[in-house]
């Protein structure tokens, strides 16, 4: 069974680093793209970063500079520095593998001093 499980999240003070992993395993015959979207408290599910199997990234302007997306095989990471708290939410990983769309469970990053 194909999925994507997310970690690194945690409590972080504003000013602060994290690296989230995702990882896809199970049966994979072909990985595209994998992207990072998050999700704050009330607000809806937006993009944050991407990146192909080729290498290309892409970032959401509110996180540029700061996030910085990376990729090894069936594995993404997302290094994110000078949190804010505005960036508290549940970070999900998302991928088309095998020509279908998955999501992970999410990893929840709360910044707070």
């Known amino acids: 069974q194909v999925q994507l499980v997310e970690s690194g999240g945690g409590l972080v003070q504003p000013g602060g680093s994290l690296r989230l992993s995702c990882a896809a395993s199970g049966s994979i015959f072909r990985l595209n793209a994998m992207h990072w979207y998050r999700q704050a408290p009330g607000k809806e599910r937006e993009w944050v970063a991407g990146?192909?199997?080729?290498?290309r990234t892409k970032y959401a302007d509110s996180v540029k500079g700061r996030f910085t997306i990376s990729r090894d095989n069936a594995k993404t990471n997302l290094q994110i520095n000078s949190l804010k708290p505005e960036d508290t939410a549940v970070y999900y990983c998302?991928?088309?593998?095998?020509?279908?769309?998955?999501w992970g469970k999410g990893t929840l990053v709360t910044v707070s001093s």
């Open positions: 998302y991928a088309g593998i095998n020509g279908m769309e998955y």
């Open positions: 990146i192909t199997s080729e290498g």
